[in-house]
Nanobody
Framework: QVQLVESGGGLVQPGGSLRLSCAAS????????MGWDRQAPGKQRELVAQ???????NYVRSVKGRFTISRDGAKNTVFLQMNSLKPDDTAVYYC?????????WGQGTQVTVSS
């Protein structure tokens, strides 16, 4: 079993920044990917960004150039630096960890972008 603890969400004005963190613990033999999904009210959950164990990254088009995902492999922690935030970024953000044979999600952290 894998446990994920997220932090860093909150309320920010348009154009502002937030940094999300997620620490994974438990029975982790290896991790393929760590990343973040998000779900806005009335919309489907979507991949925001992910990073592989080798450091390769992937972003949804709407956040490219504004969000940066990074990872501390030694601590099984993933970060999402979110800059130039827009109201459309408002959503619950879920940390995601892909391990051999399974996927785990955190409990979610609310990000609200509003003036």
């Amino acid at each position: 079993q894998v446990q994920l603890v997220e932090s860093g969400g909150g309320l920010v004005q348009p154009g502002g920044s937030l940094r999300l963190s997620c620490a994974a613990s438990g029975s982790i033999s290896s991790i393929y990917f760590m990343g973040w999904d998000r779900q806005a009210p009335g919309k489907q959950r979507e991949l925001v960004a992910q990073i592989s164990s080798g450091g390769s990254t992937n972003y949804v088009r709407s956040v490219k150039g504004r969000f940066t995902i990074s990872r501390d492999g030694a601590k099984n922690t993933v970060f999402l630096q979110m800059n130039s935030l827009k109201p459309d970024d408002t959503a619950v953000y879920y940390c995601k960890v892909v391990v051999p044979g399974d996927i785990y999600w955190g409990q979610g952290t609310q990000v609200t972008v509003s003036s």
